[in-house]
């Protein structure tokens, strides 16, 4: 079936960072691929999506890009900020109306 | 709008005890979720509705757990004589539609369930 493997955390960076998350899928079909952030005592929130190959979806400084060929959606971001320290999780949609999700990583930013 | 709400925020029951925790969705949304999160791990899918329907309760984990939903509005988890293992967060979730790949869920806060 249909699943998503995440680079296990925590992660932890230095504010200014350079930040990669991995995520790697298995699906039948074209699914759409989802990063979702929950912050500190807060809910799950989309952050950005991808619904085609080599589609990159961005969002508040973060990217990825939809690789078809490598079955990957990266999360990254150029410079980490301690606001950004969260949970990040990684998921698809696949042809039915379920999101299949990651596990999580953990991304703590030390200022 | 308001966005999705889950009452109880924090509920702490007794083993055997019965539970009951609901969901408010955003108000249009046809298509509502509910989730197990337990610690460190990721989201597990239990039930789905459309509308006032659930076509899809595989992901229920026993008999001891149901939930309803009226009037495409609020919809209520249910949980029988409640075990441990049960202890995780409960995440809901609402959509404009279900049955689409492009579909962007909007998620409550949770239910912390903590089963002594």
């Known amino acids: 079936g249909d699943s998503v493997t995440q680079m296990e955390g925590p992660v932890t960076l230095s504010e200014e960072a350079f930040l990669t998350i991995n995520c790697t899928y298995t699906?039948?079909?074209?699914?759409?691929l989802f990063w979702y952030v929950q912050y500190p005592g807060e809910g799950l929130q989309l952050l950005l999506k991808?619904?085609?190959a080599d589609d990159k979806g961005s969002n508040k400084g973060f990217e990825a890009t939809y690789r078809k060929e490598t079955t990957s959606f990266h999360l990254e971001k150029g410079s980490v900020q301690v606001s950004d320290s969260a949970v990040y999780f990684c998921?698809?949609?696949?042809?039915?109306?379920?999101?299949?999700w990651g596990a999580g990583t953990k991304l703590i930013i030390k200022p | 709008g308001a966005g999705v709400s889950q009452s109880p925020s924090n509920k702490v029951t007794e083993k055997g005890k019965d539970v009951e925790l609901r969901c408010d969705p955003i108000?249009?949304?046809?298509?509502l979720y509910w989730y197990r999160q337990r610690l460190g791990q990721g989201l597990e899918f239990l039930i789905y509705?459309?509308?006032?329907?659930?076509?899809?309760k595989s992901g229920l984990p026993s008999d001891r757990f149901s939930a309803e939903r009226t009037g495409e509005s609020v919809s209520t988890l249910t949980i029988q004589r409640t075990q441990q293992e049960d202890s995780a967060v409960y995440l809901c979730?609402?959509?404009?539609?279900?049955?689409?790949?492009?579909?962007?869920?909007?998620f409550g806060p949770g239910t912390r369930l903590t089963v002594l």
């Open positions: 979730a609402s959509s404009l539609q279900g049955l689409s790949s492009y579909n962007e869920q909007f």
């Open positions: 108000s249009g949304h046809t298509a």
């Open positions: 509705f459309q509308g006032n329907s659930a076509p899809d």
């Open positions: 699906a039948t079909g074209y699914p759409s």
């Open positions: 991808a619904t085609k």
């Open positions: 998921a698809l949609s696949g042809s039915n109306y379920q999101l299949i």
